[in-house]
């Protein structure tokens, strides 16, 4: 508590747990300021390779968040992708 209160001004987030926690907290952050409607009808390819590890809650909140929007949301690179939601016909 006597870091957070000596850090606070000069820090933009304070955060204390495990590396893993952080990089999940990082992560939601990020997806909580994504404008998913902006897909509306969209075909969503999620990339699945990165040259950083990616929470596997990152892609569970994704594909919730999207899936509302979307036509259809697939995993993978481009050349091979997965199906993982395609909106039903109406």
Same mark, same amino acid.
């Given at each position: 508590?006597? #870091? /957070?209160?000596? +850090?606070?001004?000069?820090? @933009?987030? %304070?955060?204390?747990?495990? *590396? $893993? $926690?952080?990089?999940?907290?990082i992560?939601?952050?990020?997806?909580? $300021?994504v404008?998913? +409607?902006?897909?509306?009808?969209q075909? %969503? #390819? %999620?990339?699945?390779?990165?040259?950083h590890? #990616?929470? *596997?809650? +990152?892609? #569970?909140?994704? /594909?919730?968040k999207?899936q509302?929007h +979307?036509?259809?949301?697939m995993?993978? $690179? *481009?050349?091979? @992708?997965?199906? %993982?939601?395609?909106k039903?016909?109406?």
């Open positions: 508590m006597l #870091v /957070t209160a000596y +850090a606070a001004p000069f820090a @933009t987030d %304070i955060f204390q747990g495990t *590396p $893993e $926690e952080f990089h999940k907290h992560f939601q952050k990020a997806l909580d $300021e404008d998913a +409607a902006q897909y509306a009808g075909r %969503i #390819v %999620i990339k699945g390779c990165s040259d590890p #990616v929470p *596997p809650s +990152a892609y #569970v909140e994704l /594909t919730r999207l509302p +979307a036509q259809s949301i995993f993978g $690179e *481009p050349c091979s @992708t997965v199906p %993982i939601y395609k039903p016909k109406s």
